[in-house]
């Protein structure tokens, strides 16, 4: 596909969504939620156009709703209707945010020497499908330079050591700021220091390879292998200062057998990884993850 032709696909894409908007809301569970939002936005001349919700329980639980809605002149009227929903969302002490569909999100893939998780998030976007902008690529290794260039994405070599893991981590949080809403770690295999981790709350993505909470931590293949395990997965999770303990947003498995070795069982991985850390990513730019504690509500 030409330079030329994703332009022109993703200019069109952005003119079918200049007036859409979406609105996320958790709070508690109480009668009237979804009929004084709906009538709210109706006054305000919204048109709804997709609505997904959630009650952990009816009865004094949580209640999480996505709206999606078209407004004339949005520019002019969002930030009306932001001010005014605040009665709203005072009477049913609710935490909410609202989102232009149109302004895409800037992503800062991190990556280390394995490329099958970048390559995926690069022919995605490059095709249309992952409605982002990928503002650059940041490595520890020189691997994968050439290839991102080649898309016409920024690539920063920021060497990692013990030793220079505090120096090398601020060079990172240099490059990002003011230039990326989402950390993507397409195997990006260092620590992330909860100092970084405070800049982007809930707004680091990782894939870990295996199906948490089973295997934490290093060569999860092995690990699955020693155990001579029949379902192997891949996992994508918000970073936490919780090692592969941060709220799950994707994960998918694949039958196995006692014939596959470790190296059948990675190869098998790679291609899951790849598909949950795509489907993961996706769905957080389109606004359709909502953080609970721990866990996420994600309206696919």
Known sequence: ?????????????????????????SCPDRPGIVAAVSHF???HGANI????????????GMFFIRFEFDLNDLDRELPVLVEDFARVADRFDMKWHTFRASRKKRLAIFVSKEDHCLLELLWQWKAGDLDADISM????????????Q???????????????????????MEVVADKADIIVLARYMQIISPKFIEQFPNRIINIHHSFLPAFVGGKPYAQAYTRGVKLIGATAHYVTEELDGGPIIEQDVERVSHRDNVN?????????ERVVLARAVKWHIEDRVIVHQNKTVVFN
């Not at 690529?137 to 991102?148: A, G, K, P």
């Not at 080649?150 to 990172?172: L, W």
């Open 49 to 60: 156009v997709q609505s997904d919700q959630y009650s952990m329980d009816p009865e004094g």
């Open 150 to 172: 080649s898309f016409g994405i920024p690539y920063h070599h920021i060497p990692v050591t013990a030793d220079t893991k505090a120096e090398a981590e601020k060079k990172q």
């Open 41 to 43: 936005l109706y006054e």
């Open 1 to 25: 596909m030409s330079s030329q032709f994703n332009q022109s696909q993703n200019a069109a894409s952005a003119a079918d969504k200049s007036g859409r908007a979406r609105m996320l809301i």
């Open 137 to 148: 690529v940041i490595s520890n290794h020189l691997d994968m330079q050439e290839m991102v």
């Open 264 to 272: 059948e069982l990675k190869r098998i991985g790679r291609t899951i």
